[in-house]
């Protein structure tokens, strides 16, 4: 009985073992430089000890391991990882917009759009950092005409 309720429940542990895996990321990991990332990513796939997977999605006990975790989000509905390259919708260029009105989609305006979008959906502040030209302004003000890509 004990093993048949463990093995039952193996799919919700490793469910919630990629939402912690990707909680890490955007929050103790999301405030490091691009080295940082790198050393970053490399000591949580050698610690975490899930299957690393190439050239496929990775799912429930697995992680991708071509790129860094950076580059994924785990999908709670269909239990994979998925590239935020997957999410960036096609820009169409609208000729009567204003030149400030316009933000081309890349996968980083994807990945803030999603995450403030979550943040107000749970009615947390959030604050957007970075390097000048990173998009943070024109990401905001595209999510608050109602226009987000995430």
Same mark, same amino acid.
């Given at each position: 009985?004990?093993?048949?309720?463990?093995?039952? *429940?193996?799919? $919700?542990?490793?469910?919630?073992? /990629?939402?912690?895996?990707?909680?890490?990321?955007?929050?103790?990991?999301?405030?490091?430089?691009?080295?940082?990332?790198?050393?970053?990513?490399?000591?949580?796939?050698?610690?975490?000890?899930?299957?690393?997977? &190439?050239?496929? %999605?990775?799912?429930?006990?697995?992680?991708?391991?071509? *790129?860094?975790?950076?580059?994924?989000?785990?999908?709670?509905?269909?239990?994979?990882?998925?590239?935020?390259? &997957?999410?960036?919708?096609?820009?169409?260029?609208?000729? /009567?917009?204003?030149?400030?009105?316009?933000?081309?989609?890349?996968?980083?305006?994807?990945?803030?759009?999603?995450?403030? $979008?979550?943040?107000? %959906?749970?009615? %947390?502040? /959030?604050?957007?950092?970075? *390097?000048?030209?990173?998009?943070?302004?024109?990401?905001?003000?595209?999510?608050?005409?109602?226009?987000?890509?995430?």
């Amino acid at each position: 009985m004990l093993t048949a309720l463990l093995v039952k *429940e193996q799919p $919700e542990f490793e469910h919630l073992h /990629a939402l912690f895996l990707q909680c890490l990321y955007w929050s103790v990991g999301g405030a490091l430089l691009e080295d940082g990332k790198v050393k970053f990513d490399a000591y949580i796939k050698y610690m975490c000890g899930l299957t690393q997977v &190439d050239g496929k %999605r990775a799912g429930l006990g697995e992680m991708p391991s071509d *790129e860094s975790l950076y580059e994924y989000y785990w999908d709670p509905e269909t239990y994979e990882w998925v590239a935020w390259k &997957d999410k960036v919708p096609q820009y169409i260029h609208d000729p /009567a917009r204003r030149f400030t009105e316009i933000l081309v989609p890349t996968v980083d305006t994807v990945r803030t759009t999603w995450l403030v $979008e979550n943040q107000v %959906r749970i009615k %947390r502040p /959030a604050l957007l950092v970075g *390097e000048t030209g990173t998009s943070k302004t024109a990401t905001t003000q595209n999510f608050l005409r109602g226009e987000s890509h995430g």
